[in-house]
DNA sequence: CCAAGTTTGTTACGTTATAACAGATCGCGA
DNA sequence: TCGCGATCTGTTATAACGTAACAAACTTGG
């Protein structure tokens, strides 16, 4: 969480320790912000952690039952408002599903690559992108509050296994 | 839909006249590619042309029972598959809703300024921003296949209302 | 007219998300 | 340490969004 990966999460890597350092980043931030990481909260962050790969709200709920901690999807939807207020998680639009963050710290935009095949996302940023966009908003006089940008194609793995 | 308008669809205009011409546009080009804007489909398309406010497919669907025109959810969701398939239409994902199309001509990507408390949305192109994608995505070897921008905030007259 | 392809319309169902409320837990000051 | 307000958890119920599968109607070209 606290600086880029400076892998990409598209190839090859060690993931173990990818997802024990982003956990611990969470707890330092937690520990930093006075935020409570708290039982669902923290399950749910652990599932998103397991891969790079967006998952839906009701799989993450499955997570929680597995758990024993509440089976109703308003349960689900309450951690991942916290982890997605915090920064700790993305919400990607096109798939309704979402990933753990790799990227930043507190919330932040981000580009995502999401490949349609395995449902894997990278994360990247892009200021030149952002001033390009304020720029264009401020011709409409439009006071800009959230940018979602998602490229939705193959990676590398995915492309080549001939989708 | 032959060109970009040449006004800020968040500002007052003449939409009789903005409504008309895309309709007109819709007419030729369906003509020019042989497709075939048929009554579920004008009738999606006139309720979209309406406002450039995002309605959401059940919205649509009251529309299309109104006009006697088929009232299960499938008939919606076929009409606005013709349109989104060639660019008569826009999906905002952030909303889950849909836009007529202000600005291209054939299936076409854009950047949507999306107001969250009117729901009115504002289409700009950015091939500058689009360079930068491909930039980055040649980075992680991904084949972009689509590419989704979606800006939340408040238009002028809403942030002036005070929201 | 006939056959093939496309479009429409229906039933039924699956997935995603939230409202409303009761009970548990936490943090803090008396 | 005891209470008290704030936050968080968990439930029921329901709303909103979307699709599979299939039969009937229409369109187009021979
Ligand atoms: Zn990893
Ligand atoms: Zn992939
Ligand atoms: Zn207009
Ligand atoms: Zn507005």
Tied chains: 1, 2.
């Excluded at 320790?17 to 520990?31: D, I, P």
């Excluded at 708290?38 to 967006?54: G, K, N, Q, S």
């Excluded at 639009?93 to 979402?98: D, K, M, T």
């Excluded at 990278?122 to 006089?141: F, G, Q």
């Amino acid at each position: 969480m606290t600086e880029a990966p400076s892998f990409d999460v598209f190839q090859p890597h060690d993931h173990r320790r990818c997802r024990k350092e982003a956990l611990a980043a969470v707890l330092a931030e937690c520990s930093a912000r006075k935020l409570r990481l708290t039982p669902p909260r923290r399950c749910v962050l652990e599932a998103l952690l397991e891969e790079h790969r967006a998952m839906t709200a009701y799989e993450l709920l499955d997570r929680l039952r597995e758990a024993g901690l509440g089976s109703q999807p308003p349960v689900v939807y309450r951690a991942l408002d916290f982890l997605l207020a915090n920064g700790f998680a993305h919400r990607i639009e096109r798939l309704s599903a979402f990933v753990a963050c790799t990227h930043g710290e507190g919330a932040h935009e981000a580009v995502f690559l999401v490949c349609r095949a395995c449902r894997q996302v990278a994360e990247a940023s892009l200021p030149a992108l952002a001033r390009n966009l304020e720029a264009e908003a401020s011709e409409h006089a439009f006071r800009v509050e959230r940018v979602a940008i998602e490229v939705e194609g193959l990676c590398a793995r995915c492309a080549g296994a001939g989708a």
